[in-house]
């Protein structure tokens, strides 16, 4: 599995957009870039996942570069309720599958 | 739809003593998984369910055992607790063929051996 690196915490002011970036410089081809998010005592809750294009739901935006050596998660108006910790994963999409969680970025955003 | 449940939420053992952890989901979910998290650290995968009547070692698997009861239920059972195992043990659910890997997890049991 392809390792991450993420940063260990990240502030945000709420209404501006939260990046959260992620390193994954050994992905391979058909490795799929997943993020999840754990707030305070709560169980992990799935937010996006992409390949090779960027995607956008209704939670978030997931860029990844050309070379899918990294992304970022983008929370486009971060509110007190995204305070939360922040996990990129690197996963084949097909098959049975274990989520393999490394620390995660712990995304602070203040009034 | 309750999603993923897990029982009981809290639990104080003292050290040598056995308990089961609960999980159900109803959400039809082939697969079913069991996680710790220890303070400040990521999730651990403890042991997993690919389908009903088939269960597999995760990373740290000793000291526990699972039983996949029938398609909605996974136990975690420790059979003799360690202060080791003071956790915050979630439980997740997967659908198979899934062109993804959306997991849902349950609100885990946060479990103290003294």
């Known amino acids: 599995d392809a390792k991450t690196t993420q940063p260990p915490s990240m502030d945000c002011a709420e209404g501006r957009a939260a990046n959260l970036p992620c390193n994954h410089s050994?992905?391979?081809?058909?490795?799929?870039v997943y993020w999840y998010r754990q707030i305070h005592s709560q169980g992990p809750q799935y937010i996006i996942h992409?390949?090779?294009n960027n995607e956008t739901n209704e939670m978030a935006s997931l860029i990844i570069t050309e070379d899918r050596k990294s992304s970022t998660l983008i929370l486009p108006h971060a509110t007190l309720r995204d305070t939360a910790v922040y996990y990129c994963?690197?996963?084949?999409?097909?098959?049975?599958?274990?989520?393999?969680f490394g620390t995660g970025t712990r995304l602070l955003v203040s009034p | 739809n309750a999603g993923v449940t897990q029982t009981p939420k809290f639990q104080v053992l003292k050290t040598g003593q056995s308990m089961t952890l609960q999980c159900a989901q109803d959400?039809?979910?082939?697969?079913m998984y069991w996680y710790r998290q220890d303070p400040g650290m990521g999730l651990r995968l403890i042991y997993y369910s690919a389908s009903e009547g088939t269960t597999d070692k995760g990373e740290v698997p000793n000291g526990y055992n699972v039983s996949r009861l029938n398609k909605r239920e996974f136990s975690l059972r420790l059979e003799s607790a360690a202060p080791s195992q003071t956790s915050v043990y979630f439980c997740?659910?997967?659908?198979?063929?899934?062109?993804?890997?959306?997991?849902?997890f349950g609100p885990g049991t946060r479990l103290t051996v003294l």
């Open positions: 994963i690197v996963r084949v999409a097909l098959g049975f599958q274990k989520l393999v």
């Open positions: 959400m039809n979910h082939n697969s």
């Open positions: 992409g390949l090779k």
């Open positions: 997740a659910s997967r659908a198979s063929g899934s062109s993804y890997n959306e997991q849902f």
């Open positions: 050994t992905i391979s081809g058909n490795e799929y």
